[in-house]
């Protein structure tokens, strides 16, 4: 794949977070337009964006797959003024299921740890495959990985519990109306720094803990094992 078709962090989050929260706090009320067309307006930003990710990758990424459903699901919610603890559940579930996926592969022979981080995209798996041979070490090593991969399932169960009682906080109003796509507006941007920052932070944590593991089991520095 080339540069260009790799997305830009910048403008996928102005795309998917920015404009479509800017559109639900300002342009909902009657005077704009209207809570519904609003919602819709909204939702088309990142459904827009990751049909064009689809298009341009030629393959269905799972959790792009995952966020669409959240999409159509959130629009559901709203047009059909079903009640607002069901955007909770939904808030909760999405993350809560990838969480299930996650452990249930740590049980497999492809730990999702392994499908994610210790890829040879990111890391020189030939080599640090032959070093834990020569030390004997690659069954401690398979260990690593499955602990690994029970840290990244805690990682979206936390997401899931805060999804939850964020969206139990700032979700109140009924939905389908112009006070519930402003706090849906403010519900996306607070749950931006709120969630994904410590998911990060827990991520690095799970790369540190498997990066140790390399030096320790496969006796590889850190930029022998990363591809540079």
Known sequence: MSDSAKPNPLIEILITLIIPSAILMKMSG?????????????LSFPLFWG???FIVRRKL????????????LTGGIGLLQLDTQWLAIKEAAIPGLIGV?????????YPLVQVLLYTPALMNVEL???SLDERGNRQAFENSLKNATHMLGGSFFFSSVMNYFLATWIVT???GSAAFNEELGRLTLMSYPV???PSMLIMMAIMYYLTRAIRTLAGLKLTEAIKQ
Do not use: M
């Not at 009657?30 to 909204?42: I, P, Q, R």
């Not at 990424?61 to 999409?71: E, H, R």
């Open 30 to 42: 009657d005077e704009s337009l209207g809570a519904v067309n609003a919602l819709l307006l909204a």
């Open 195 to 197: 969630i994904a920052v």
């Open 128 to 130: 640090i495959q032959r």
């Open 61 to 72: 990424n799972l959790f792009a797959a995952l966020g669409l459903v959240s999409i159509l």
């Open 173 to 175: 109003s009924p939905s």
């Open 51 to 53: 049909v064009r990710e």
């Open 101 to 109: 996926a996650v452990l249930v592969s740590a049980h497999t022979r």
